[in-house]
């Protein structure tokens, strides 16, 4: 079902299952809310989930993304949707993207409504800094920025074209190509790489994989990562709010150190470290992922 936005009437779309106490779920990039579907069911009759998709994604995919600031965007979604929807002392989830916005909320002020919050594997300060070398990739980042820019720049050609499938096909292997590499990455796995690859020589079949994508929308969430000015250091360490991070030990695209390191700065703040896991726990150790949500849901369920 979809909330008309209120600073601009646009239709963001979201799911809502169980009975219960709130529980907001905020996904990640390349997902939407059906992801959560698989740990959130078990729990549906001591909990109503609400999980919205993202602008760009999901139902709502072809929702334009109309601020400069790809965060202030959805996050002001978010609370529209928690306004809408008379959302008050809720349980929060985060994961990735979803933990930034999160984290813009929290920064904003909304954690008012939030009485506990599970931090799912994202740095609070993207971009790295002098003193703050931890952010996506650590050392590594500016080449993987560099890899983000050149599949913008290979997009920024065509203002025209609405939907990747309507790239010309020697555009669509090269963009393949770029976001072989760049999903590589973030899953930690060459065959992601191998397999994009492979559909980029097949410009029809690379067409009906990815069709849907808003080269629009795309545009814009490369952007948000090569040009994030964000830094939610600060406001993280006024938290007040119980919070738990879950942290992917082989995490490739942030460090497990780094967010370790800053986790015990956190007030209130409990980590559980996932030593099999990388960026998605989610998958990667999909048992203890639904154990430990179950355990953070159930421990603040009653909490005031």
């Known amino acids: 079902m979809p909330v008309t936005t209120a600073r601009d009437q646009q239709p963001i779309h979201y799911r809502m299952i169980g009975r219960g106490r709130p ?4 996904h990640g990039v390349g997902m939407d809310s059906r992801h959560w579907l698989p740990f959130i069911m078990p729990l549906a009759h001591r909990f109503t989930f609400v999980m919205p998709d993202f602008r760009g994604a999901g139902k709502s995919a072809a929702v334009p993304i109309n601020q400069p ?3 202030q965007n959805l996050a002001e979604d978010i609370q529209d949707l928690m306004i809408h929807l008379d959302l008050s002392s809720l349980q929060l989830v985060g994961y990735s993207l979803g933990a930034s916005i999160a984290l813009h909320l929290q920064q904003e002020g909304e954690f008012d409504r939030v009485k506990s919050y599970l931090h799912i594997d994202q ?3 993207i971009q790295n800094r002098p003193d703050w070398t931890d952010g996506l990739l650590g050392p590594d980042q500016p080449q993987f920025l560099a890899t983000l820019q050149s599949l913008y720049y290979h997009l ?3 203002p025209e074209i609405n939907v990747l499938a309507q790239l010309p096909p020697a555009e669509q ?3 393949a190509q770029l976001m072989g590499e760049i999903l590589g990455v973030a899953a930690g796995n060459a065959a992601v790489v191998w397999l994009l690859r492979q559909l980029g020589r097949y410009p029809r079949l690379f067409a009906s994989v990815v069709g849907d994508i808003s080269v629009h929308n795309l545009c814009a969430y490369l952007s948000a990562y090569f040009a994030n000015t964000h830094d939610y250091r600060a406001s993280l360490l006024a938290n007040k709010t119980p919070m738990t991070m879950f942290i992917g030990r082989l995490s490739p695209l942030y460090l497990a150190s780094g967010q370790e390191q800053f986790a015990a700065r956190v007030p209130h703040c409990q980590v559980k470290v996932f030593e099999r896991s990388g960026h998605l726990p989610q998958a990667d150790e999909p048992w203890r992922f639904g154990r430990e949500l179950s355990r953070f849901l159930a421990k603040h369920a009653d909490a005031r």
């Open 23 to 26: 529980v907001l779920m905020l």
């Open 69 to 71: 600031d790809l965060f």
């Open 123 to 125: 740095s609070p300060c």
């Open 156 to 158: 920024a050609q065509y």
């Open 173 to 175: 292997k090269s963009v």
